[in-house]
Every structure is written in structure tokens, then in C-alpha cells.
């Protein structure tokens, strides 16, 4: 069965980072392009990266060039979004997927506040 658990997530004030983890099983990992998404409240699901299968490429909304960076250790099943200069707009539920899919984990609470 496949599984994505993310986990990282915490209030943060305007301007720190935080670094996000997700945790993949139950299929073949490093055969997949991965992306984060995220939901502000009462927003739309919102793209925010995706790395390809063996991470040399990677893509960013505008909104976050820049400031974050996504990276995986295919060795350990696991991608990553390290985030920094993080505002309150970025405040959401944060989710990793595989590219092309709308299956996701249970995602991680980001939220930035002072």
C-alpha cells in the first residue's frame, strides 16, 4: 500500500525556516518525479515544487523561487522542502505527492505568524 507522511511542520515567525519531510513507502520511490503542494484556509490546492525521479531537475511556483528548495535522498525513501524566509502568506497545509497523481499524506501544518 502506498503511504506519503509528512511531518516538519510549526509555527514559525515572519522570516525563519523550517524544513519539511516526507516519508514514502509502498512503491518504488526513486521511479517517481515528486512535487509539494499546499492549502492556504479557504484557498485551493496550490503547487509549490517538483523534483524529478533522480533530482536533478527541479521546478518552483513564483511565489516561493527563491526561498525554497526541494531535494530527496532516494536512499531513504524521502523528500524534502526546506523553506526560508518564510512569510504568512506561505501559512498552510502542506502536502507531497507524485507527479501526476492526486493522491497524497495527511500533510504537515505550516503556519507563520508573530
Known amino acids: 500500500q502506498e503511504q506519503l507522511v509528512e511531518s516538519g511542520g510549526g509555527l514559525v515567525q515572519p522570516g525563519g525556516s523550517l524544513r519539511l519531510s516526507c516519508a514514502a513507502s509502498g512503491f518504488s520511490f526513486s521511479s517517481y518525479s515528486m512535487r509539494w503542494v499546499r492549502q492556504a484556509p479557504g484557498k485551493g490546492l496550490e503547487w509549490v515544487a517538483s523534483?524529478?525521479?533522480?533530482?536533478?531537475?527541479?521546478n518552483y511556483a513564483d511565489s516561493v523561487e527563491g526561498r525554497f528548495t526541494i531535494s530527496r535522498d532516494n536512499a531513504k525513501n524521502t523528500l524534502y522542502l526546506q523553506m526560508n524566509s518564510l512569510k504568512p502568506d506561505d501559512t498552510a497545509v502542506y502536502y507531497c505527492?507524485?507527479?501526476?497523481?492526486?493522491?497524497r499524506g495527511q500533510g504537515t501544518q505550516v503556519t507563520v505568524s508573530s
Open positions: 505527492a507524485k507527479v501526476g497523481s492526486d493522491s
Open positions: 523534483i524529478s525521479s533522480v533530482g536533478f531537475n527541479t
